[in-house]
């Protein structure tokens, strides 16, 4: 009930088209879901989080959609550039004393030019 | 702001051999948390610890792992003896408050590369 399962495993994507990348979550109290960008030698950098009260958050590119009748939520990249190279992780946590951010597997994208 | 120090990067050591990793976590940070991030998984808490007490140990597999915060603040993990198994990339990462939020967001470390052969 702890796991949030995230898919593509990988995923290439030609400059200017849309990435996106799913996970989906079991544990209906998870009411944090932040999604981090990693590149190779560094770690993990939030790039976007949302709460289940809101269906959609967008920054610049990047725009998180949030179902939670399905329990499922998404990552999209507009406007996909060589420069977002990464592998993306969505995370899913219980906001309260002692819990644990829990992170899919993690999606390696590449943008090809 | 200073981001999460790590060191060293990187370690090669033999199996049954030990090896310690440090963290200096963000200035003013209370919470600092150790993840296991083994190849092609996404990372793992180990530990989590609230200023110098644990909240989370539950993942750690105390019979090789340790870790402890003196102070507050700087934080070191052993292993001894480690496994192949335990070959991974070791993040440490801190937050403001207590467990990671909307507000107090994760801020994670550049990781040690731990390999045991």
């Known amino acids: 009930q702890q796991q949030v399962k995230q898919s593509p495993q990988s995923l290439i994507v030609q400059k200017g088209g849309i990435s996106i990348i799913n996970c989906a979550y079991e544990?209906?109290?998870?009411?944090?879901f932040p999604w981090y960008q990693q590149f190779p030698g560094k770690g993990p950098a939030l790039l976007i989080a949302?709460?289940?009260?809101?269906s959609e958050k967008k920054e610049g590119r990047f725009t998180i959609s949030f179902n939670k009748s399905a329990k499922q939520f998404s990552l999209h990249i507009m406007d996909s550039q060589p420069g977002d190279s990464a592998t993306y992780f969505c995370?899913?946590?219980?906001?309260?004393?002692?819990?644990?951010?829990?992170f899919g597997a993690g999606t390696i994208l590449r943008v090809k030019s | 702001e200073a981001g999460v120090a790590q060191s060293p990067r990187y370690k090669i050591i033999e199996k049954r051999q030990s090896v310690a990793f440090w963290c200096n976590p963000i200035?003013?940070?209370?919470?600092l948390y150790w993840y296991q991030q083994i190849l092609g998984q996404g990372p793992k808490l180990l530990i989590q610890?609230?200023?110098?007490?644990?909240?989370?140990d539950s993942q750690l597999p105390k019979d090789r792992f340790s870790a402890e915060r003196l102070k507050g603040v700087d934080s070191t993990l052993k292993i001894q003896p480690a496994k192949l198994e335990d070959s991974a990339v070791y993040l440490c990462?801190?937050?403001?408050?207590?467990?990671?939020?909307?507000?107090?967001?994760?801020?994670f470390g550049n990781g040690t590369r731990l390999t045991v052969t």
């Open positions: 990462a801190s937050s403001l408050v207590q467990g990671a939020s909307y507000n107090s967001p994760l801020h």
């Open positions: 544990n209906t109290a998870f009411d944090y």
């Open positions: 949302i709460r289940p009260d809101v």
């Open positions: 995370a899913a946590m219980v906001v309260e004393y002692g819990n644990k951010l829990v």
């Open positions: 200035s003013g940070h209370a919470t």
């Open positions: 610890f609230q200023n110098n007490g644990v909240v989370d």
